[in-house]
């Protein structure tokens, strides 16, 4: 386990360079302008947009520049570590920035996570054991309306519905936990509700499909030949060997919202990570960009991780070595 | 006590409707099975023998299937009972082995922890006695270091230790009935022979009736004491095993000895049954085996004929006479025996 450990970690290290040198190769490869040329003011001198390219760091090649960026990461800048640079656009320190912007969207992830595995796998095994009845096909009709409603038309909606007729919530925008817990759930309740029901509909189809599978299963039959109360039945044997699937999805689906709410962010202004990696690579804010990238690819990794750790013990044919 | 009446089941008849029409999965099927006595049930997929033992066991759905007859355990009607008393008997009283060991253990769940969940669920122990409960179970198959065993996963055993396993879990609370569906059919020849006469012991240690459901006559044939040959939902031939393979008389019995290859080497011509076994939602009229049947003559394809009894406890569903079966069976063996071509 500590060999699989060690290995995986290296293999961790190894993706967050590939994936920053692309990022860092796409923004050298395919130009959209002179990132210079932005900050240096209206009417630049020569002599200005060197000067600004040589604060930027921009008169190194790519490969320099790249260095530089790795070697910061790893020892950290004057701003910390690890350090990230400095905002092309406002100068403030990217370490910064993303330590304001994190809390935001790991609240989103974290309440929205929770809504839509509850809820997904409780209609899925509902469904599943109500097959066919009335039950099964509203939860089948919610779980298409949630696949198929867009979030940002679902995001307005409820906006205006709840916030703006109803005033049960609160608005947009976004309150930390530490000045009011109560204000932070007032402000999150909606984009929670409408990230995680486009999630929970997935999830329940896929529980249900499962489930549906594993009750064929001839352990099942065993099961109830042994004289098993049926609830026993489905949750300890059926629901066991169908959760194993959904634990990697869940896993990924997380890790993959770190960079990648951006939608849902931008709906109810949270101003999250997702909104800044949108944000800076319209600002060719190439440190921006760098330090969303950085944190959602260390996402990925890492659940990756905690997945598989996770499926060693929920399926003990699964070993690492 | 050996001898004591423990089944009794009473023209049972399984119905599945489905959108094509009514399967007939078994009609008019009537057996007994007593203690010390191995029941073995043979036919080829599709005939009905599985659909029986689950109908015993209560396992088919009763929304998608309609059971009519009785099932009488220790005379009392199961199919009367209510899913609670089901429930009751599954696993207590009546114990089922399944065919493929390797799917039928749970895959997550440590062996020794399925066994003593099998303890569980009819008696009200701590969960260390029925891990010890499930040691001792699994001593009695006959897996060595019983009590080391009992912590590994289904995967880390052999197929053979699966579905002894699967027989140690099947004791716990030593029923009366077991009922073993194709038990051999997943495993190695070898291994086939350990697994039967594991069942053979159990049934006389443990002092129970066993139903064995196959379609290898040479398995019903080392271990059973009644052999009932069925053919489309119903019993084509019942009786003492000796004289069901000493004094065959339904020809599609005849079919399934001809198709049997033997170790002696004495058979020179392995015949297989012409033609597939019937649909069973729309059954022929008369005879169900007639389309198949070599010997088919004029009422076969227009009335069905009976179970008739001969004597012995011998019975057969065939309009051929005694003497007419006699003849043809001898001249098929001779045949088979490589005597007469």
């Known amino acids: 386990m500590v060999i699989y450990l060690a290995r995986r970690l290296t293999w961790a290290v190894a993706v967050l360079l590939a994936v920053t040198a692309l990022t860092f ?10 990132p210079a040329l932005r900050f240096v003011g209206k009417q630049p001198t020569p002599e200005n947009l060197a000067l600004v390219r040589h604060n930027l ?35 403030v320190p990217i370490r910064d920035k993303i330590v304001e912007k994190a809390p935001r969207t790991f609240s989103l992830i974290v309440g929205a996570s929770i809504i839509w595995l509850s809820m997904g796998v409780l209609i899925g095994v ?35 519905i709840f916030w703006y007729k109803l005033d049960l919530t609160a608005g947009t925008g976004y309150t930390s936990f530490t000045t009011s817990p109560q204000e932070w759930a007032s402000h999150l309740i909606l984009p929670w509700i409408v990230l995680a029901l486009l999630y929970a509909a997935i999830y329940a189809r896929m529980v249900r499909g499962n ?91 890492i659940m990756n991780l905690l997945v598989d750790i996770a499926y060693a013990f929920l399926d003990p044919r699964v070993r690492y070595a | ?28 099927l009537s057996f007994t099975l007593s203690r010390g006595e191995t029941l073995g049930i043979v036919g080829e ?34 199919l009367k009972a209510t899913p609670v008393e089901l429930r009751d008997v599954r696993g207590k009283d009546v114990a089922m082995i399944f065919q493929d060991p390797f799917a039928c253990l749970h895959p997550m769940y440590r062996v020794g922890d399925q066994i003593a969940e099998a303890v569980r669920a009819h008696l009200d122990v701590s969960k260390a006695k029925a891990r010890d409960r499930a040691v001792e179970v699994l001593d009695a198959v006959g897996i060595p270091n019983a009590r080391a065993r009992s912590r590994d996963y289904p995967h880390q055993f052999s197929g053979g230790m699966r579905q002894r396993a699967m027989i140690a879990m099947a004791l716990v609370h030593n029923p009366s009935v077991l009922i073993a569906d194709e038990p051999t059919t997943a495993l190695d020849v070898t291994v086939q022979a350990q697994i039967l006469e594991l069942i053979d012991k159990v049934k006389r240690d443990f002092d129970i009736g066993v139903i064995l459901i196959t379609h290898d006559l040479g398995v019903v044939a080392e271990t059973a004491q009644t052999v009932m040959v ?26 399934l000895l001809e198709s049997m290859p033997s170790v002696q080497g004495k058979v020179t011509h392995l015949r297989a049954i012409e033609g597939l076994p019937p649909s069973v939602i729309h059954l022929p009229p008369g005879c169900p085996f007639h389309p198949r049947c070599p010997h088919r003559f004029d009422p076969c394809d ?31 063996e001779a045949v088979r025996l490589g005597l007469g071509a």
């Open chain 2, 230 to 255: 069925m053919y489309a939902g119903r019993a084509v031939e019942h009786g003492p095993a000796a004289g069901v393979f000493d004094n065959p008389q339904h020809p599609y019995t005849w079919g």
């Open chain 1, 25 to 34: 190769a796409i923004f050298y490869l395919l130009p959209p302008g002179d």
């Open chain 1, 126 to 160: 509902i469904s599943a054991i109500k097959r066919r009845t009335i039950f099964d096909r509203i939860a089948m009709g919610f779980a298409l309306f949630g696949i198929s409603a867009p979030v940002f038309w679902l995001g307005l909606m409820a906006l205006f």
């Open chain 2, 302 to 332: 227009k009335i069905r004929p009976p179970l008739a009894a001969m004597e012995g406890g011998h019975s057969d569903a065939c309009h051929l006479d005694p003497d007419a079966k006699r003849r043809l069976w001898a001249e098929r």
């Open chain 2, 45 to 78: 997929s599709g005939s009905g023998k599985s659909v029986t033992n689950l109908a015993i066991l209560g396992l088919l759905n009763s929304k998608r299937s309609l059971i009519t007859g009785e099932i009488l355990l220790h005379g009392k009607d199961l």
């Open chain 1, 211 to 301: 489930l549906l599978d594993t009750m064929g299963e001839d352990f099942i039959r065993t099961a109830r030949a042994k004289g098993l109360s049926e609830r026993n039945v489905i949750f300890r044997h059926g629901l066991r060997a169908s959760l194993a699937p959904i634990v990697t999805m869940f896993g990924l689906d997380i890790a993959l919202l770190v960079g990648g709410a951006v939608i849902t962010e931008s709906v109810f202004n949270l101003d999250g990570l997702g909104f800044m990696a949108i944000d800076s690579v319209f600002r060719q804010d190439l440190p921006g960009v760098l330090g969303v990238v950085l944190v959602g690819t260390f996402a990925v990794v």
């Open chain 1, 57 to 91: 760091g921009l008169d190194h090649p790519w490969y320099v520049q790249y260095g530089k960026f790795v070697k910061s990461i790893v020892v950290g800048d004057k701003y910390g570590w690890p350090g990230l640079g400095y905002s092309y656009d406002s100068s």
């Open chain 2, 1 to 28: 006590m050996s001898g004591e009446l423990l089944l009794d089941v009473r023209d049972l008849a399984v119905q599945f409707p489905t959108a094509d029409g009514i399967v007939n999965a078994v009609s008019g």
